[in-house]
């Protein structure tokens, strides 16, 4: 999408000067906020337009147990805060806002946001992933009422109930096991007769007294009038129909890439996903992409850090090679 500052409101004789910036980062999670860190390092004074959760999608994980230098976990809102504090010390600017426009046509690039306008040497996105929805009747409209997508945020709210988790991968069994800190009973619902979760993850929740497996399942529709009381569900093998009784529904079926705004300007996967090289580096030159919004394969905090932290060094480099000064 290409647009100019007179496109926004600001005509012509009202038109202010925007201040270039070096490196503009697009999104905190893992991703943005290792790179603000190793572009604040190399002094190009960083801005990262954090978008809607500082700290991403791994902010909402209660807790972080593979990130190394944390023996016994961290989590994952304090791991993000440590990422900022860190980045803001040698310099990086944090603005609480979210782009909602790009012209990656011609440098500087231009973004817009809901609040005001942008232009970039170079751009690093890291606007993640978000997470995927069934997609099923009521879903919509019982969000928040019984249906939720992170257990950390609500699982509060189940204290002595019955839930179900929807999936079979690490985050489906990672928040089924925090939902056992309050629910009575966790169900987790699954299409196929095993689980894509890793071997320890596997093994806690197995021997869990409180999680229960559903196997080659699906939920066909959500049930509850004002909340969530059921969930109709579908056997796959057999064709049965029934409905089971639930106080809440988590949803764990994967995640869609926040690539909305770069369709048309930078290549893409057919999934949405943005296509790198191994330096981070899109189909645009000086436009660089970290982290869930162009790896769907490993999607850990570690990786998106590292491809961060990756994606700013080629920046600084891109900079040197390319100095506008």
């Not at 809607?52 to 993000?80: C, D, K, R, V």
């Not at 609500?154 to 204290?159: S, Y």
């Not at 689980?195 to 409180?210: D, S, T, V, W």
Request: a negative charge; aromatic letters at 8%; glycine letters at 12%.
């Amino acid at each position: 999408m290409e647009f100019n500052l007179s496109e926004v409101g600001l005509g012509k004789g009202q038109q202010k000067e925007s201040k270039v910036e070096k490196v503009l980062i697009l999104g905190a999670g893992p991703a943005g906020l290792s790179a603000a860190l190793y572009a604040a390092r190399a002094e190009l004074n960083p801005l990262v337009l954090t978008g809607t959760e500082m700290g991403g999608q791994a902010s909402l994980t209660h807790t972080i147990e593979n990130y190394p230098g944390f023996p016994e976990g961290i989590g994952g809102a304090e791991l993000g805060e440590l990422f900022r504090q860190q980045a803001e010390r040698f310099g990086a600017r944090f603005e609480y806002d979210l782009a909602t426009a790009v012209d990656l046509s011609q440098r500087p690039f231009k973004v817009r946001t809901y609040s005001s306008e942008f232009l970039a040497e170079t751009l690093i996105i890291a606007t993640g992933a978000s997470p995927n929805h069934l997609n099923v009747p009521r879903e919509s409209e019982l969000t928040g009422r019984g249906v939720s997508y992170c257990a950390t945020c609500d699982g509060w709210f189940f204290k002595d109930k019955k839930v179900v988790v929807v999936g079979g991968g690490d985050s489906a069994l990672e928040e089924g096991l925090f939902l056992t800190r309050y629910a009575t009973e966790v169900n987790i619902i699954h299409r196929r007769d095993q689980l894509r979760a890793g071997a320890i993850l596997q093994k806690r929740a197995r021997e869990n007294p409180k999680i229960h497996f559903i196997w080659d399942t699906v939920v066909s529709e959500i049930l509850g009038n004002g909340v969530v009381n059921g969930v109709r569900l579908r056997n796959l093998k057999t064709g049965e129909v029934r409905d089971f009784e639930t106080d809440g529904v988590f949803i764990f079926i994967g995640h869609t890439p926040n690539t909305q705004i770069f369709q048309g300007q930078v290549e893409m996967t057919p999934q949405g996903y943005i296509v790198t090289d191994m330096q981070m580096r899109t189909s645009v030159a000086g436009v660089f992409a970290a982290g869930e919004v162009m790896d769907p394969h490993y999607r850990q905090v570690v990786t998106s850090a590292g491809m961060g932290a990756a994606a700013a060094i080629e920046a600084t480099r891109f900079l040197e090679a390319n100095s506008s000064s």
